[in-house]
């Protein structure tokens, strides 16, 4: 259509979302931009047609005028009615999920998004979604406040550690959207990125049997794949990179020196430890940022991590 | 103290009982405020409103200066999408660092406390507030919160943003959070103290003639900003205390963790932080209806309007905290109610833009520095309204919330609104405050260069918002950069602008031209003394028998005062209560 502040906005790849309040975003631009004009054009114009002539220009005194207070109180009162009545009704349709959505679990944690499928299948950071239908995502948190905002679908949502909340969305193109975390939890919040990836709806159902069931292989391969879906490499690398954490990279029986003084080796137990509490025993020169897994994450899980820890030299 | 003023006239007032003669001003006073005790100790142990509000300058033009220095560093980091020159963790520290610091050291105090205990009993014709040394010690108190936040930098510093949301705060095991907290809750009492002392000077202090409906709009906005005042801050200390009761006792209230709600934080916090911009802007409202009165040489259009639509924000403000809180989790109904009070808080804003915009209409204007200062607060000050009218529609915020959109909206409000203003009450009083004029042509330099760097620090942030950038982002996705960058230049150019004005106030400081008492022909009460004003104010008790903006009476009328010689003794207070009824009298005739 081409309206004037069409440039301010992202592609609207979810139009049953995102068509309503982008109808008011430029509704309430253009309304502004027009009393605005207004304004500083009177204003400015009152400046030039009665600047001061001489130290002894006289001036009419005007106290008042009801009929003006009335005008500019109520006509800005009624245009901020339909405002909010627009608002609101766009609100509504965004609260309100259509029945037959597809409904996905999404874990927001320090500092990654943990998806989980109704067949078992998990990802980290990507949540593949098929064209066309509504989507549903169920979104809690595991440690602090984080935000679910894809800009291209106009939805967003607060993720809280007590409690679940949900946005839903329905892309009608394939291809990439990106998510953000828009409620700030530390450090590495700005690297709290991930994507929505839409498929032809065969394509997703392909997808999703393939990853049925989640992590497959040997107990090794499994804990790597457990490693990624948790969200490990987010603060720790395999390569040997530091980032927020210490490096996996030749940790495994490796001593460590801790935070408080004590020396201490690797071992399974610290390992557990660590996973599960990673506050009882900080490594020198790192800060205690990560959340507990505590509940998280199964034994047989730690185990599988444990022996792919083993691995990485 | 007689001596600082000739009396040139004498005028018998109809009816009876009062008389009052005409006390002009002296051109140069020999004995002022400044002259009158001299030495540190002297200013450290004043109970001297004008000296109170001086030192209260003085330290938010130091933390603003902190703060904004903060600022160039982070838009300095933000020139590339990854790493510029600061590790994120500083990175996080130093935004929370600007904006803890800008609103609770800077826009809190920065125009009642600095500016309004300054002019506040001049406007009021006393010869100071109703509580001296209160208003000292609310001074010392405000000092003493400070040294808490940066006793804070030196137990790790805190990261949480100057929200400190839950459980975020409370899982940090940075001991900088809580020094940090405690300095906001001794900081608060500065406030409420600040805010009793104005109410009960502006009910209690008035000089005879000074009825409700001659009070300067001025005045009005910061009795409306005192109440919010009183009446807020205590729910922030309440706030930090159940937050410090949970990080050291581990009390479950806000952390889910042990059982608490972090929303119920959101709602406990904004309780006072929606209040608090009210605070920070609603005296701004107030100098600008003084300086545009002044430079148009015109009464101003629809006082009343502009008088309660003032106590009408305050009291509205109260009910609209939950519009930050649109995607949190809070119930429907509470979302759907906050969206609505939202707009109905909007339109005595826009009512107070319209008068000010019809008080042109017909004037005698003079585009001195303050006069473009309220110009550029009308136009940054309109888009910091409209752009919150698209915040309050509820879909729109959903989309909105929590991107740079909304730091661009605080940001023409907060600096294009309460900083232009006191950047405007402080031009206009300067001459005031110092006896001093500064260079004009410098300072509309100055204007220039803030108005169009801030423009382009803060357009961009409204755009690239609205595309999605969150705020609080170290890093950040490609498709920003340019955006970033020009928000950077902007605001280098602001900061050239503020060493501009730096300058040149210092230069007016040691080299300015002597003011005179009146430079601007104001009509206001404070102008009617000697610049600098002797330290009791007046060297009279001034008489007021015109509302504080009608131009079109003389001069003359302006500068009265009680004939008889006093001493400040009870005798003196009956007569001028006498003088109250007889004045309010005259006026129902005239």
Known sequence: MGRLFDFMLPENKSPLTADSTDWLFHFINEASLVIFLGVIFAMIYFAIRYRRKSEDDKTPLITHNNTLEITWSVIPLLLTFVVFGLGYSGWLNLKTVPNDAYEIQVTGFKWSWNINYENGAQTINEIHVPKGIPIKLVMTSSDVLHSFFVPEYRVKHDVLPNRYTYVWFQPEETGESQIFCTEYCGNSHSNMLAKVIVHEPEDFQTWLDENAGGPTGSPIEQGEQLVTLQGCQACHSVDGTEIIGPSFKGIWNRERKLADGNTIIVDENYIRESILYPGEKIAEGYQNVMSPYEGRINDEEITKIIEYLKTID | ?590
């Open chain 2, 1 to 590: 103290m007689a001596s600082l003023s000739k009396a040139v006239n004498t005028v018998q007032m109809t009816p009876k009982k009062l008389k009052v003669k005409r006390f002009v001003p002296l051109e140069n006073p020999t004995n002022t405020y400044l002259t009158d005790e001299k030495g540190i100790w002297a200013w450290l142990t004043t109970v001297d409103h004008k000296k109170i509000g001086l030192m209260y300058l003085g330290a938010v033009a130091f933390f603003f200066a902190l703060a904004g220095f903060l600022a160039i560093a982070l838009r300095t980091e933000l020139w590339t999408p990854a790493k510029t020159f600061i590790e994120a963790d500083t990175y996080n520290q130093l935004f929370t660092l600007h904006g803890a610091m800008m609103v609770f050291f800077v826009l809190v105090p920065s125009i009642p406390a600095a500016l309004g205990n300054f002019i506040l009993p001049m406007q009021l014709g006393a010869k100071d507030v109703a509580f001296p040394r209160l208003n000292l010690a609310s001074f010392y108190i405000y000092a003493f919160g400070a040294i808490f936040t940066f006793l804070s930098l030196a137990n790790n510093g805190f990261d949480t943003g100057w929200t400190f949301y839950t459980p975020y705060s409370s899982d940090t095991n940075s001991a900088g959070i809580i020094w940090v907290t405690l300095g906001v809750f001794i900081l608060g009492f500065s406030s409420i103290l600040t805010g009793t002392n104005f109410i009960t000077t502006i009910h209690k202090l008035r000089a005879p003639g000074i009825s409700w409906d001659r009070l300067p709009l001025n005045v009005w906005a910061l009795y409306a900003t005192s109440i919010i005042q009183v009446l807020a801050t205590p729910v922030l200390a309440i706030t930090i205390l159940l937050l410090a009761m949970e990080n050291i006792l581990d009390i479950g209230i806000f952390d889910p963790a042990l059982g608490g709600d972090p929303v119920l934080y959101q709602h406990f916090f904004w309780f006072y932080s929606h209040p608090a911009v009210y605070i920070m802007i609603v005296p701004g409202f107030g100098i600008i209806s003084e300086v545009i009165t002044t430079f148009s040489k015109k009464t101003i259009f629809g006082y009343w309007a502009i008088a309660l639509s003032s106590l009408a924000i305050a009291f509205i403000g109260f009910l609209v905290w939950g519009h930050h809180m649109f995607t949190s989790g809070q119930s429907a109904v509470a979302t759907t109610i906050f969206s609505f009070l939202t707009f109905l808080v909007g339109i005595p804003t826009g009512i107070k833009i319209f008068n000010w915009v019809a008080t042109l209409y017909r004037g005698s204007i003079l585009m001195k520095t303050p006069m473009i200062y309220v110009f550029i607060f009308i136009f940054l000050f309109s888009i910091g309204g409209f752009t919150g009218i698209m915040l309050g529609a509820l879909s729109v915020d959903i989309h909105l919330h929590d991107t740079y959109y909304v730091v661009a909206h605080f940001h023409y409000v907060m600096m294009g609104g309460t900083l232009i203003a006191l950047l405007a009450g402080l031009h206009y009083w300067w001459p005031k405050m110092t006896g001093k004029m500064y260079n004009e042509p410098l300072a509309k330099f100055a204007a220039v260069l803030i108005f169009v760097g801030f423009n382009v620090t803060f357009l961009p942030q409204f755009i690239m918002g609205a595309q999605g950038m969150p705020r609080r982002y170290y890093n950040y996705i490609d498709q920003f950069t340019p955006f970033h960058q020009t928000s950077t230049i902007g605001s280098y150019i602001l900061a050239v602008g503020f060493l501009v004005i730096l300058f040149y106030l210092a230069h007016s400081l040691i080299k300015g031209q002597k003011a005179g008492p009146n430079p601007w022909n104001s009509r206001g009460l404070e102008w009617q003394s000697t610049s600098p004003p002797d330290f009791h104010n007046f060297s009279h008790t001034p008489v007021v028998i015109h509302g504080p903006y009608d131009y079109h009476q003389p001069m003359e009328e302006f500068q009265l005062g009680l004939a008889v010689d006093h001493e400040y003794g009870d005798e003196q207070d009956e007569v001028a209560a006498e003088a109250h009824a007889s004045l309010d009298t005259e006026t129902t005739e005239a």
